[in-house]
């Protein structure tokens, strides 16, 4: 579980450099047009993610919501 949990969060990484990489050729134009082109692949490998947790992909965005003041609190997440 661990191992398909690291893959999945390798893949939602490369997705979101791609998409940093399009934005910036597009020098800011188009960005919801390529926000809506990544939508479809960042949905599906999210619910990939919440799946390695048992959860759905509204209970684990609900899980990282809850546990958000923890993590703020142990400097895991900066700018809190």
Same mark, same amino acid.
């Given at each position: 579980?661990? *191992?398909? *949990?690291?893959?999945?969060?390798?893949?939602?990484?490369?997705?979101?450099?791609?998409?940093?990489?399009?934005?910036?050729?597009?020098?800011? $134009? $188009?960005?919801? =047009?390529?926000? =809506?082109? $990544?939508?479809?692949? *960042?949905?599906?490998?999210?619910? =990939?993610?919440? *799946?390695?947790?048992?959860?759905?992909?509204?209970?684990?965005?609900?899980?990282?919501?809850?546990?958000? #003041?923890?993590?703020? =609190?142990?400097?895991?997440? #900066? $700018?809190?």
């Amino acid at each position: 579980m661990t *191992r398909w *949990r690291k893959e999945v969060i390798k893949k939602i990484e490369d997705l979101e450099i791609q998409q940093k990489a399009e934005y910036e050729m597009s020098c800011g $134009f $188009f960005a919801s =047009e390529i926000a =809506e082109t $990544f939508k479809k692949n *960042r949905d599906k490998l999210e619910g =990939e993610l919440a *799946r390695t947790y048992g959860k759905t992909r509204i209970e684990y965005e609900e899980m990282m919501y809850a546990i958000q #003041p923890t993590l703020c =609190e142990a400097g895991v997440i #900066p $700018f809190c």
